[in-house]
């Protein structure tokens, strides 16, 4: 693409307008320029609340997809892509998913989650090649993250899908964007311009994140990832993790310390068997035979022992 062309693409993005509001930034003293920077980050909740009904829809198209046993793959260039590896590696430690349940590519691989590769979001056909060698299929969820919504890597990715009849979801912060009009479901929170001029990692990074933080948790919560508002689920995979778990099993059952341990040694640090069995004192076998019958979700495990 030439400069002239892409120069009047960039003039069309509100993400890439300058400020009005922050033209002397460089003049203010620190304590300024830091309320200058909250001052604009107060109005990103706002904007990804007026997306919430198709973050919803993006749900429920996850969900649909996890119930068979498919997978959310994010794909992204640059801050975009680094927000969905986050989101995606997070996934197996807070829900106890299996790896490979969420996904996160970037542009680049491995390599650009630290340092710049550049040129790797100019490919389209990578964006293609690397939705064919993690064996995408037509179950599969897609959420394309790019800012500007006009990114060659997830535009080539989101076509690949779409042509395999993937559901596919594009995330971006400007209106009008060209990965909206290719996906099934546009999520466009609109940020406004940076504080600093072009700076998407500010505003756009923060909304993008929200949303990812929204896809995730509401479909984990939807397949029975959480109890009232504990994450029964969890992988303790660490100290840390572990005490969490005997502090989920204390807050569930109001169980003392010394229980909540007991029954997490009996179930090998499950934290949903534990509850379960601290609740109704059920053996493991029975406890978890119940747990299967009401298809992972505890609250119809407890209630269907104890009504």
Known sequence: ???????????????????????????????????????????????????????????????????????????????????????????????????????????????????????????????????????????????????????PYVIGALNYAKGLGAKTVALSCNPDAVIADIADIAISPVVGPEILTGSTRLKSGTAQKLVLNMLTTASMIRIGKSYQNLMVDLHASNQKLVARAARIVMQATDCTTEEARRVLDLTGNDVKLAILIALTGMDVDRARVALDDAGGFLRKAIDGKTA
């Not at 830091?34 to 007026?50: F, S």
């Not at 490979?100 to 100019?122: N, P």
């Open 1 to 151: 693409m030439s400069d002239e062309r892409l120069i009047s693409e960039l003039e069309r993005l509100v993400s890439e307008d300058r400020n009005p509001r922050s033209m002397d930034i460089d003049l203010l003293p620190t304590v300024d320029v830091l309320r200058e920077i909250n001052e604009e980050d107060h109005g990103v909740p706002a904007a990804v609340e007026k997306v919430i009904p198709q973050i919803a829809e993006a749900v429920e198209e996850i969900v649909r997809a996890f119930q068979k046993g498919a997978r959310l793959v994010y794909i992204g260039a640059g801050t975009s892509g680094r927000l969905g590896v986050l989101d995606a590696s997070e996934c197996p430690p807070t829900f106890s998913v299996p790896e490979g349940m969420v996904v996160g590519l970037i542009a680049g691989g491995s390599h650009a989650l630290q340092h710049a590769v550049e040129g790797a979001e100019d490919s389209p056909e990578q964006g293609r090649q690397d939705l064919v060698d993690i064996g995408l299929t037509a179950d599969d969820v897609v959420v394309g993250i790019a800012v500007s919504g006009r990114t």
